[in-house]
Each structure stands twice: as structure tokens, then as C-alpha cells.
């Protein structure tokens, strides 16, 4: 069984669960506090570093790679494009939003750069809009780790100020995503209460 070290309020960890619950594996989870990390598993992982992963005694963070780790562990079903050139689009994918959306939105949880980094996520959600008019997923026909890794900074819009309606096909996209049951699955207690559903 896989165990897993997670922050129920942390965007990365909600993307290894997700990840997880597409999967179907068997899982044994522990919610920490990233800011509260207990001596023990600073003895597992000295990075301290959510989510953390153990399976088959080896032990992986880093949210991108974790979830790399899990698709090529257990491919069925798989999560990344079968071509090469659109695997290398979905990773880069993934690493512009690790760079560019997560650190804004960490800095929207900030009340001296929330202003500015909610008018730049605003920004980006009206391109990533029309680039949502050409195709069902981030990267054309298929879901993949570049939609999961968008996944939880979307569902956390509401608890930002931000409100999608006036995007018509990012939240078509939304509603794809959302209504997915493993995401459903995946959603810890204090994401759930992040949306009024």
C-alpha cells in the first residue's frame, strides 16, 4: 500500500491525491501541516516537503515528480499523452504553471500582494479562455498531469475573489474537470468546504 504524506489545504498535495484517486491505489494518508511538520517525518523526508510519497519503501516529493513516479508506476489510466512531442508540451505545461500560477496564487493568500496577484491570475485565465476554445484538455483530446496540476488553483478561485462566469469556455472546462469522481474523491475536508456545492 501506498502511503502518503499530504496538506489538506496545499494545492500540490491536492494534486497527488488526485492523481491517486484517477488511479485507484490503495492508499494510507496522513494530513499534515506544512508549517507544523511532526520529528518523525522529518526522519522520512528532511525536506520537509508535502506531498510526500512511500511505496515500495522508496520515498518521492516534489509534487511533479511524485505524480510522474505514480503514472509510470501504475499506467492504467494513463496520464500523460502517448506521443512524445505532446509529453514534452504536458511537462512543460506543468512546469509554466509550477513558475508562473502557484506562486501566484500563494502570493494571493498574502494581503500586501493579493491586489496585484489576483489581477495577474485574472490575466492568465482570460488567454488560458481562449486557448479553451480549440480543445477539450490542456494538451488537445486528452486528460492529463498538465489539467491536474491547473486542477486545484481553479477549484480555489471562489477563495480568492475571483469569479469564472464571464469565461464561457474555461468553465465548460471546469465542469469537465469537476465533475471527474476521482476528483471528487480527492477532495479533503477543508476543499470541500472551499466551494458551495
Known amino acids: 500500500m501506498i502511503k502518503l504524506y499530504s496538506d489538506g489545504h496545499c494545492p500540490n498535495s491536492h494534486r497527488t491525491r488526485i492523481v491517486l484517486a484517477e488511479k485507484e491505489l490503495p492508499v494510507d494518508t496522513e494530513e499534515l501541516e506544512a508549517n507544523n511538520l511532526p520529528a518523525e517525518f522529518l526522519k522520512i523526508n528532511p525536506y520537509g516537503k508535502l506531498p510526500t510519497v512511500i511505496d515500495r519503501d522508496i520515498v518521492f516529493f516534489e509534487s511533479s515528480v511524485v505524480n510522474e513516479y ?4 501504475y499506467p492504467h489510466p494513463p496520464l500523460k499523452p502517448g506521443s ?23 502570493d494571493s493568500q498574502n494581503s500586501r500582494k493579493k491586489k496585484d496577484a489576483v489581477a495577474k491570475i485574472k490575466a492568465y485565465l482570460t488567454t488560458l479562455d481562449s486557448y479553451l476554445a480549440r480543445q477539450e484538455f ?48 480527492a477532495l479533503s475536508e477543508h476543499e470541500q468546504m472551499l466551494r458551495d456545492y
Open 138 to 185: 490542456f494538451i488537445g483530446e486528452q486528460y492529463t498531469l498538465a489539467d491536474i496540476t491547473l486542477l486545484p488553483i481553479l477549484w480555489r478561485l471562489p477563495s480568492i475573489g475571483i469569479d469564472s462566469a464571464s469565461w464561457y469556455n474555461l468553465e465548460g472546462y471546469m465542469d469537465r474537470l469537476f465533475e471527474r469522481p476521482a476528483f471528487e474523491r
Open 84 to 106: 512524445p512531442a505532446q509529453r514534452a508540451q504536458m511537462r512543460l505545461a506543468v512546469m509554466q504553471l509550477e513558475r508562473e500560477l502557484y506562486p501566484l496564487y500563494a
Open 70 to 73: 505514480l503514472d509510470e508506476r
